[in-house]
């Protein structure tokens, strides 16, 4: 069993940039893929990025790509997603997810989830 807690929400800027953060819990965290995704009110769940078990693969969804950095650090336990150029489409709860599987980098099929943290415009 996993669990995951997701901090570094809160109220942003338009414009600005955050970095969330994901930490895990227990030894086989450095052998999963790690995902990030977001929820907005009134629409479904969508994948934001990706990484693999090394950091070798990563992937983001179209609308962040450029403007965002998905990272993990194996010995803390712990992925970091940072976010730049922030738009009104970027607030949303954002979760983090852990896939058995770290082969690759996937939209879909994660096992374990976090409950999630809240990104919302200040302004």
């Known amino acids: 069993q996993v669990q995951l807690v997701e901090s570094g929400g809160g109220l942003v800027q338009a414009g600005g940039s955050l970095r969330l953060s994901c930490a895990a819990s227990?030894?086989?965290?450095?052998?999963?893929?790690m995902g990030w995704f977001r929820q907005a009110p009134g629409k479904e769940r969508e994948f934001v990025s990706g990484?693999?078990?090394?950091?070798?693969?990563?992937a983001y969804t179209d609308s962040v790509k450029g403007r965002s950095t998905i990272s993990r650090d194996n010995a803390k336990n712990t992925v970091y997603l940072q976010m730049t150029s922030l738009i009104p489409e970027d607030m949303a709860l954002y979760y983090c997810?852990?896939?058995?599987?770290?082969?690759?980098?996937?939209?879909?099929?994660?096992?374990?989830w976090g409950q999630g943290t809240q990104v919302t415009d200040s302004s």
């Open positions: 990484i693999s078990w090394n950091g070798g693969y990563t």
């Open positions: 227990g030894r086989t965290f450095r052998s999963y893929a």
């Open positions: 997810a852990a896939r058995v599987d770290g082969s690759g980098v996937f939209t879909s099929g994660y096992q374990y």
